[in-house]
T-cell receptor
Framework: ELKVEQNPLFLSMQEGKNYTIYCNYSTTSDRLYWYRQDPGKSLESLFV?????AVKQEGRLMASLDTKARLSTLHITAAVHDLSATYFC????????????FGQGTRLTINP | GAVVSQHPSRVICKSGTSVKIECRSL??????MFWYRQFPKQSLMLMATSNEGSKATYEQGVEKDKFLINHASLTLSTLTVTSAHPEDSSFYICSARDALRGTGELFFGEGSRLTVL
């Protein structure tokens, strides 16, 4: 059974600081996704990582994937208040008809 | 970009009634759609996989007679919560993939918040 674990689950940080959210998963997977969720809203797609060593960046967010270590990271650079949200990683099950298993989510609060 | 639309976005119903939630892919065809449930401050849990023209596949622990799924066309899947009870109150989110796109990115609907009184 595929398990996906995020760390930390809660993160409070100041504007301007850098931080990293970690996503570990237990079995081989083809794809890893990062999503953002604002309170009361659905998911917003941030990144799709398809191969070992993949790195993608959008603004202050950068995601990477190490399939050998079964680890993905979401790095936040010079955080701003607007990035406050809950961030989820999700891993696609190999041969699992495109099913996703989600991590617990990381609730990020960025203080001015 | 590809859009997945859900309706209604919010619904309040009395205990014992049934509620139908629609999930539509607006600019692509989806042979498969997924239904997730999210309780407050928790993650998303897959409930079932909706397959166009055939029966849905339910995850372990999800009652198929309570959560009826119909995928009658390539752009529409419906989830009916039958005889709803307060413990069914949750945020229901559907997703679908445009199989013709190279990345196979999954798109999520806006979600439907169900409150059962």
């Amino acid at each position: 059974e595929l398990k996906v674990e995020q760390n930390p689950l809660f993160l409070s940080m100041q504007e301007g600081k850098n931080y990293t959210i970690y996503c570990n998963y237990s079995t081989t997977s083809d794809r890893l996704y990062w999503y953002r969720q604002d309170p009361g809203k659905s998911l917003e797609s941030l990144f799709v990582l398809l191969s070992n060593g993949a790195v993608k960046q959008e603004g202050r967010l950068m995601a990477s994937l190490d399939t050998k270590a079964r680890l993905s990271t979401l790095h936040i650079t010079a955080a701003v208040h607007d990035l406050s949200a809950t961030y989820f990683c999700a891993v696609e099950i190999v041969g699992g008809a495109q099913k996703l298993v989600f991590g617990q989510g990381t609730r990020l609060t960025i203080n001015p | 970009g590809a859009v997945v639309s859900q309706h209604p976005s919010r619904v309040i119903c009395k205990s014992g009634t049934s509620v139908k939630i629609e999930c539509r892919s607006l600019d692509f065809q989806a042979t498969t759609m997924f239904w997730y449930r999210q309780f407050p401050k928790q993650s998303l849990m897959l409930m079932a996989t909706s397959n166009e023209g055939s029966k849905a596949t339910y995850e372990q622990g999800v009652e198929k007679d309570k959560f009826l799924i119909n995928h009658a066309s390539l752009t529409l899947s419906t989830l009916t919560v039958t005889s709803a009870h307060p413990e069914d109150s949750s945020f229901y989110i559907c997703s679908a993939r445009d199989a013709l796109r190279g990345t196979g990115e999954l798109f999520f609907g806006e979600g439907s918040r169900l409150t059962v009184l």
